[in-house]
């Protein structure tokens, strides 16, 4: 064993490798280049770009307005749960999953955190019932996914009405509203910008390690490409795939702990639409919802922060929140769009 | 016989961005023969091809069709001027019928008032599939029941059934056994000597040799030469392919079958996929070859011994270093965060092999016949290729640096000389032989001790393959236990220390290195 580092490397480097694409150093840079490259990075400049887009235009419209304190106060507000949200899902979309039962998982976490709450007035438990509830909602997703090889849109669809139906019902049962009774305990989470800013911090870096730097990431997104390939090299690919989901559910939990305590009251539609929120923000951050090894972290910030700040700039713009709906459903067949022209350029490589 | 022109390229050229593929090409095709395409990969003639059977736009230059000028707008509009092409990959469509496949973008012919009248058309699919002698395949089949070369030969029937006046067979037979390239090369003189015209690309030069009229050459896109029939020389082909001088015999010079008694590999009595009672045993420092025909499971031995396939009987053993355990994991991490070196001396035990999970453990490497589709991510990068086997090796407290990757991947990219602009070139982007580089590397670099190869020259050209010989030979020598599973004779000769030929499921023959053993020996018992 002593010479394992020696043995590893099998054919001495006898000739250089070649460099097959080496440019000439003084070289124009002509409009197909700069074309070229902009394909190439596709992913990336949809991302930044929408970023600064977004940035650029409602810094115009709302002439400053949106960097106003108060502002930044609802956006931070707004992104924290949609962030945490995206970071943990990514690990679904990765490995090629999908899913779009978030929205009512986040209504069944905040029924319970306030029953949970209002029980016991302790904030600890509420965060574990969320995240044991979130948790479990997508053990069952993914497993019947899994278990009986059903596509991950469908077992989520199911998730997704069996959580609503629950919310529907304890709503529609009582006349009163659902609400915390002392909502100064969960405080921290509706009022703490600091404690906000922190969480999506830590959650981040996180799921930046898990997901580039260690085996579960880096096997989720292998499985995203090709999952017969990632198995012949090692990966147990139900495991992983139950791993993603597991790690989901931990994000959707602590998301919807700030979610509730932002609203304080639970109504038969808490947290439906996050799905949509959620795909969107994903797409603005240049990730291919099918998944795989290109896909990056950076999608889940980039595109939350992109999106809150679109929706928030709409709005205080004076567009009204229907047309708010119409711009994002615009946007999304857009950028759906631009993503897919990709697979037409790959038809004209040498065979 | 007298000649006659018929397809003619002029000045044909072809580039891929900043790549010119094809490089001013003037070649002329006569009616009645069959011209050769050889050269390197990359070289294009699978380009070529392309152009003339419309997959690929021309990007400058024309081609003649009968004086002509020709310029295909696609795929369907070559067919319609009698060009058939027969591509490397799979060309059928899953989850549809035979004859489904075969009428495919033609249905409209069997079209009454919008429907599509299935009797007439799986009638007609008959035919097209007994005029090339495959009664067996049934026309109302899904084309999932058939495997890769009956689905090859289902498409064989298809571009028959067109009756071109050219047609292109582009590195199928690769795919084939004996029995199906016998039959394509057949169809293959029967056109010829209906006076039209073959082309015809292949690595295997043996077979080319046999097979064709002419050959011509290509280096990096450019002709080189064509050479007619009675200039045939195999040496003096191959000189020109790669534009340098190659031994006449790239495989091991050496006839020294010894090897070590401590057996790495046992695979015993196993009842599995196509295998009846097969028992085979590898040592540390042998090689072993698994040859036979395609269809008579050969390939599921690799399967068995990766654990794919679920044993009805018997029992795969390796024999490998223990696995360390948990305390010894944590002294290694530990060592490499403070860059000490560790060594843990285990000792050999032996894994039982039924998943392929178990398979890992025991460290076992295997590299599928269909590497693109199973052993390699074609979207990811090499590194990411490289990697993904190893990250278990890699890791230090469950953690993969990015520095440790690129080190890693960096030792293999150099050590096997891959050719890429980056580690960060998606795997698709290279040619055949550098992506089997990197299936190679995987296991190499992740220190597997036994490796199982399935088919691993397919596709390659002669250049990497002597490479990939080379590599192998020294495996060996450094006490790997290693199964070669090809389909191509010559090389199993060359290579293995004990070859074992495999027919219906049983061992037939075992046959051990000498200078002596030829093909023709051992086909008789493939037969």
């Known amino acids: 064993m002593k010479t394992e580092k020696e043995k590893r490397v099998m054919v001495p480097a006898e000739a250089p490798v070649e460099e097959t694409s080496e440019t000439p150093k003084k070289r124009k840079i002509s409009g197909a280049d700069v074309w070229q490259f902009a394909k190439s990075q596709k992913n990336s400049l949809i991302r930044y770009g929408a970023f600064v887009l977004v940035l650029i235009v409602f810094a115009i419209t709302t002439g400053g307005k949106l960097f106003s304190t108060y502002n930044l106060k609802t956006i931070v507000s707004q992104v924290t749960p949609l962030l945490i949200m995206s970071a943990g899902l990514i690990f679904v979309f990765a490995h090629g999953g999908m899913d779009i039962s978030v929205g009512a998982v986040v209504g069944l976490c905040s029924l319970l955190s306030v029953y949970v709450l209002n029980d016991t007035g302790s904030v600890f438990l509420v965060l574990l019932t969320c995240i044991a509830v979130a948790v479990a909602?997508?053990?069952?997703?993914?497993?019947?996914?899994?278990?009986?090889?059903?596509?991950?849109?469908?077992?989520?669809?199911?998730?997704?009405?069996?959580?609503?139906?629950?919310?529907?019902?304890?709503?529609?049962?009582?006349?009163?509203?659902?609400?915390?009774?002392?909502?100064?305990?969960?405080?921290?989470?509706?009022?703490?910008?600091?404690?906000?800013?922190?969480?999506?911090?830590?959650?981040?870096?996180?799921?930046?390690?898990?997901?580039?730097?260690?085996?579960?990431?880096?096997?989720?997104?292998?499985?995203?490409?090709?999952?017969?390939?990632?198995?012949?090299?090692?990966?147990?690919?139900?495991?992983?795939?139950?791993?993603?989901?597991?790690v989901a559910g931990v994000c959707v939990g602590i998301a919807s702990v700030f979610a509730i305590a932002r609203v304080g009251s639970v109504s038969e539609n808490m947290g439906s639409g996050r799905e949509m929120d959620v795909l969107i923000a994903l797409i603005l951050g240049g990730m291919s919802l099918s998944g795989g090894t290109k896909s990056k972290l950076s999608a889940a910030v980039i595109g939350s922060i992109t999106y809150v700040l679109l929706s928030n700039g709409l709005s205080i713009s004076g567009v009204p929140t229907n047309y708010i709906s119409l711009v994002k459903g615009i946007l999304f067949l857009v950028i759906v769009l631009l993503t897919l022209r990709q697979s037409k350029n790959i038809r004209e490589l040498p065979r | 016989m007298e000649k006659t022109l018929f397809i003619q390229t002029v000045g044909l050229t072809k580039k891929f961005g900043d790549v010119v593929a094809v490089d001013n090409v003037d070649m002329d095709v006569f009616k009645g023969e069959i011209r050769g395409l050889i050269g390197e990969n990359g070289s294009g003639k699978s380009t070529i091809s392309s152009m003339i059977s419309g997959i690929h736009s021309i990007t400058s230059g024309k081609i003649l069709l009968d004086g002509k000028e020709f310029r295909p707008s696609g795929a369907l509009d070559a067919r319609n001027h009698k060009i058939s092409m027969i591509v490397q990959e799979m060309g059928t469509i899953d989850n549809l019928t035979v004859a489904e496949n075969i009428f495919l973008g033609e249905e409209g012919k069997f079209g009454k008032a919008g429907f599509v009248n299935r009797v007439k058309m799986n009638a007609e699919a008959a035919k097209a599939l007994a005029a090339i002698g495959l009664q067996r395949i049934k026309p109302d089949d899904n084309i999932n029941a058939y495997s890769f070369e009956d689905r090859k030969l289902v498409e064989i029937a298809r571009a028959v059934y067109y009756d071109p006046e050219l047609f292109i067979v582009d590195e199928t037979t690769t795919a084939l056994s004996q029995d199906g390239r016998e039959l394509i090369h057949s169809l293959m003189r029967e056109m010829r000597d209906a006076g039209k015209a073959v082309l015809f690309i292949s690595h295997d030069l043996p077979?080319?040799?046999?097979?064709?009229?002419?050959?011509?050459?290509?280096?990096?896109?450019?002709?080189?030469?064509?050479?007619?029939?009675?200039?045939?020389?195999?040496?003096?082909?191959?000189?020109?392919?790669?534009?340098?001088?190659?031994?006449?015999?790239?495989?091991?010079?050496?006839?020294?079958?010894?090897?070590?008694?401590?057996?790495?590999?046992?695979?015993?009595?196993v009842e599995a996929g196509m295998l009846k009672g097969v028992n085979i045993t590898v040592h540390a420092g042998e090689i072993v070859g698994i040859g036979g025909l395609s269809g008579g499971g050969m390939h599921d031995v690799g399967k068995v011994m990766f654990g794919m396939l679920k044993l009805k009987k018997g029992e795969v053993t390796a024999y490998a270093p223990a696995r360390y355990t948990f305390k010894e994991r944590m002294q290694k991490s530990l060592s490499a965060l403070t860059k000490k070196p560790f060594d843990a001396e285990k000792p050999i035990v032996p894994y039982n092999i039924r998943s392929i999970k178990n398979a890992l453990r025991a460290n076992i490497g295997y590299i599928s016949k269909d590497r693109d589709k199973e052993t390699l991510i074609l979207q990811a990068s090499i590194k990411d290729n490289l990697t993904l086997s190893a990250l278990d090796e890699l890791s230090v407290c469950g953690i993969i640096t990015p520095r440790a990757e690129k080190k890693f991947a960096k030792e293999q990219v150099d050590g096997l000389r891959i050719k890429c602009s980056s580690m960060r070139q998606p795997v698709k982007e290279l040619?055949?032989?550098?992506?089997?580089?990197?299936?190679?590397?995987?296991?190499?670099?992740?220190?597997?001790?036994?490796?199982?190869?399935?088919?691993?020259?397919?596709?390659?050209?002669?250049?990497?393959?002597?490479?990939?010989?080379?590599?192998?030979?020294?495996?060996?020598?450094?006490?790997?236990?290693?199964?070669?599973?090809?389909?191509?004779?010559?090389?199993?000769?060359?290579m293995s220390d004990r070859m074992l030929i495999v027919k219906d499921g049983e061992i037939k023959k075992e046959f051990t290195r000498s200078p002596q053993l030829k093909e023709s020996d051992i086909i008789g018992y493939m037969i």
């Open chain 2, 431 to 494: 040619s055949g032989g550098n992506k089997q580089k990197v299936s190679f590397g995987k296991w190499i670099g992740k220190d597997s001790k036994i490796l199982v190869f399935d088919s691993p020259t397919r596709g390659v050209d002669v250049g990497v393959k002597t490479t990939m010989y080379q590599l192998l030979y020294r495996l060996k020598q450094e006490g790997y236990a290693i199964v070669i599973i090809s389909e191509e004779l010559p090389e199993l000769i060359g």
């Open chain 2, 207 to 269: 077979e080319l040799m046999e097979t064709c009229d002419a050959l011509t050459v290509l280096r990096d896109g450019k002709l080189i030469a064509t050479i007619e029939r009675k200039d045939f020389d195999e040496d003096k082909i191959k000189q020109t392919m790669v534009g340098r001088v190659i031994e006449g015999n790239y495989y091991r010079s050496d006839y020294d079958y010894s090897c070590s008694d401590e057996v790495r590999l046992e695979v015993k009595d």
């Open chain 1, 137 to 246: 909602c997508y053990v069952i997703n993914g497993g019947s996914s899994i278990l009986f090889k059903i596509m991950s849109t469908i077992s989520s669809l199911a998730i997704m009405f069996a959580a609503r139906g629950i919310v529907t019902y304890n709503v529609s049962r009582t006349d009163e509203t659902i609400r915390f009774t002392n909502s100064s305990l969960v405080k921290m989470f509706s009022d703490n910008y600091g404690f906000m800013v922190a969480s999506c911090v830590i959650i981040v870096l996180i799921c930046k390690v898990l997901f580039d730097y260690t085996k579960l990431g880096k096997q989720a997104k292998a499985i995203g490409d090709n999952p017969l390939g990632a198995a012949q090299s090692g990966a147990n690919v139900n495991l992983i795939k139950m791993l993603c989901y597991i």
